[in-house]
Nanobody, 128 residues
Framework: QVQLVESGGGLVQAGGSLRLSCAASGRAFTRSFLAWFRQAPGKEREFVAG?????????YYEDSVKGRFSIATDNAKNTVYLQMNNLKPEDTAVYYC????????????????????WGQGTQVTVSS
């Protein structure tokens, strides 16, 4: 019911910026709650930012990215973005866009299993 396609990853030096995009489609995507997660090698998938809807919502950020990352939607393009500034080597990971159709609590929003739809991921590598 919701398809997600991420793009925008790449290799960047520490202190640089990237903007990740997640294009959404499908019959139900306008009702979805969206978030960004990431997974570094050998680590569990972790929450980065969200949840955000296409119309409103209070978003939250993982502590290590507060003040550096921001999530936003472009309704005209059916796309959710993750702007990442002042990148650090520890930000290196595969970044995933996730969506769920039913409302979720703040606590649920942090858990990967709360989301029903996932993109394929995009690799972000930050060199020191």
């Amino acid at each position: 019911q919701v398809q997600l396609v991420e793009s925008g990853g790449g290799l960047v030096q520490a202190g640089g910026s990237l903007r990740l995009s997640c294009a959404a489609s499908g019959r139900a995507f306008t009702r979805s709650f969206l978030a960004w997660f990431r997974q570094a090698p050998g680590k569990e998938r972790e929450f980065v930012a969200g949840p955000i809807t296409w119309t409103e919502g209070t978003t939250y950020y993982e502590d290590s990215v507060k003040g550096r990352f921001s999530i936003a939607t472009d309704n005209a393009k059916n796309t959710v973005y993750l702007q990442m500034n002042n990148l650090k080597p520890e930000d290196t990971a595969v970044y995933y866009c996730a969506a769920v159709l039913s409302p979720i609590t703040t606590t649920q929003a942090l858990i990967p299993s709360a989301y029903d739809y996932w993109g394929q991921g995009t690799q972000v590598t930050v060199s020191s």
